[in-house]
């Protein structure tokens, strides 16, 4: 019998996968070594992996507890964009989330991703009633040009919120085996991972992943021929490959390859590929994740009868399933923008002034609009102002506004230019003057988008992005993209 949903668990979930693709062919065709078949999902020059999370915690709040319920935020990522500065605190004012929610990093390996999901889940389920949290994990993988980790690895990112009522899935029990050993690393100032030969990995992963997977099963109360949904993940290949041969799960159960189409996303690839076994899953099945990374982590998850209604709330939302993701990519993307997206390749820039350091008081100032994209509406006239204003252009009323979130609004092209001069590590720019439905007019970038293809009339949504790096200091706004791309959010069927 399937769990009541007021035991608290996961109540939404949310993915991202960037738009582009590069083709694995691509690599050996420049590097005449290297390459294979299929295709690895690229973060655009203009995304990082805050700006990754941002876009997945979108897709998990567009159903389900919304924003104003959230009560604390962990965010999770071994390539975080800054040290020293919260990233969760960027991820917090883009989804517009209250001041008393709590903004949390778990940084530096891929274990903490799992560690953020038990965390949530554990608050949900604690008290009476438990906390509503959001658990987003990210992560941008980058290889030496020609190796194994650029091929074979992928960018994305996964969201759960948890909560106390409203429950898709509830954590039916969990097992860790952990181990100190060198297999994977990276020292702080290096973009790419060392590691140790692989048959050593292989001998200790394997038996630590079936003691966690035991001791799981063993929580929960069921066996491997109870389990309906089964996910395997790791950044060691050949260990999860070795642990899935010998799992004793049934036939069909184990989650579908990912890898092959948009690579191995790292930290964030387990909870991507539990978002797809959320998609695809009934009430009262079993959904066992078991994920390698440093040591081993399970988790045993029971799904309620409130998954079908979820289901049903995301498609009628716009939000895109994982598996439309994986089929709606880009694999347009050269072997040379990747490697300048990458940093790998120097290119001379447009003979312009290079863009200043955005100002910490002005900002913060600005914090409602740069981050949460809110504008205002007169309560005299109706008319939006964007961005928000105290004075009504319209009317002249002053201090009547009321303040609209704009960020999960659709648009229209009104007209663009191309501007083939300005300071961009994928030229040309393209800028956008957008009519929001409801009203409102704005000037913007628009990205993941072939000039040549666009149109005056084409349906926009809005993205979180980083718009350029000055002296160390990243600066994040909203870009238009088109619509019906992979990750669209919840603005994508307005107008439609």
């Known amino acids: 019998m399937a769990p009541s949903p007021s035991s608290g668990g996961i109540a939404a979930w949310g993915t991202y996968l960037p738009y582009w693709r590069l083709a694995r062919a691509a690599i050996g065709g420049v590097l005449g070594a290297g390459g294979g078949k299929g295709t690895r999902a690229v973060a655009s020059f203009d995304e990082d992996t805050t700006t990754l999370g941002t876009e997945a915690a979108r897709r998990a709040l567009a159903t389900g507890p919304g924003a104003a319920a959230v009560q604390d935020l962990w965010f999770s990522t071994p390539d975080p964009a800054y040290l020293d500065k919260t ?79 409203g429950a898709v899935a509830t954590l039916a029990g969990r097992g860790a085996a952990s181990d100190e050993f060198l297999d994977r690393w990276r020292v702080p100032g290096e973009a790419d991972s060392h590691v140790w030969e692989e048959r050593f990995g292989e001998e200790l992963y394997v038996p630590l992943a079936r003691e966690a997977f035991a001791a799981a099963l063993k929580d929960a109360g069921v066996t491997e021929a109870d389990v309906d949904h089964a996910v395997v993940t790791g950044l060691h290949v050949r260990a999860v490959r070795a642990v899935v041969a010998g799992l004793g799960v ?30 695809r899953a009934e009430p009262g099945q079993v959904i066992a994740v078991l994920s390698l990374a440093d040591g081993a982590d399970a988790i045993v998850l029971r799904t309620t009868d409130a998954l079908a209604a979820a289901q049903r709330a995301r498609t009628e939302a716009g939000v895109p399933t994982v598996a ?56 005299v006239c109706g008319f939006r102002h ?71 009339g084409d349906r926009v949504t809005m993205t979180f992005r980083r718009i350029w790096t000055a002296q160390g200091v990243h600066n994040y706004f909203w870009k238009a993209r088109p619509a019906g791309h992979p990750g669209d959010g919840p603005g994508d069927a307005a107008g439609a």
């Open 87 to 165: 990233s969760a605190t960027t991820v917090h004012a883009a989804l517009g989330l209250g001041r008393s929610c709590g903004a949390y990093d778990f940084a530096g390996s891929s274990r903490s991703a799992v560690g953020t999901l038990l965390q949530a889940l554990g608050a949900a389920g604690a008290g009476s009633p438990g906390r509503t949290t959001l658990s987003v994990v990210s992560d941008l993988r980058t290889g030496l040009a020609g190796s194994a980790e650029e091929r074979d690895s992928g960018d994305g990112a996964s969201a759960f919120v948890c909560a106390a009522e």
């Open 250 to 279: 049934r036939d069909g159960v184990l989650a579908p390859d990912l890898v092959a189409t948009v690579g191995n996303l790292g930290a964030a690839h387990a909870g991507v590929a539990l978002c797809d076994a959320l998609e």
């Open 324 to 379: 439309e993701q994986v089929a709606a990519g880009c694999a347009d993307l050269s072997y040379a923008s990747f490697l300048t997206w990458r940093g790998q390749l120097r290119r001379e820039p447009p003979r312009r002034p290079d863009p200043e350091r955005p100002g910490a008081p002005i900002v913060h100032r600005s914090e409602t609009w740069k981050y949460g994209f809110v504008g205002s509406r007169c309560q």
């Open 386 to 456: 964007m961005p928000p204003t105290r004075a009504c252009l319209n009317c002249h009323a002053i201090d009547q506004m009321q303040p609209e979130r704009l960020a999960d609004v659709g648009g229209t092209v009104a007209t663009f230019t191309i501007d083939h001069l300005a300071f961009s590590l994928s030229p040309p720019v393209v800028g956008v003057i957008v009519d929001f439905d409801g009203g409102g007019r704005y000037r913007c970038e628009i990205t993941d988008v072939d000039a040549s293809e666009l149109s005056i």
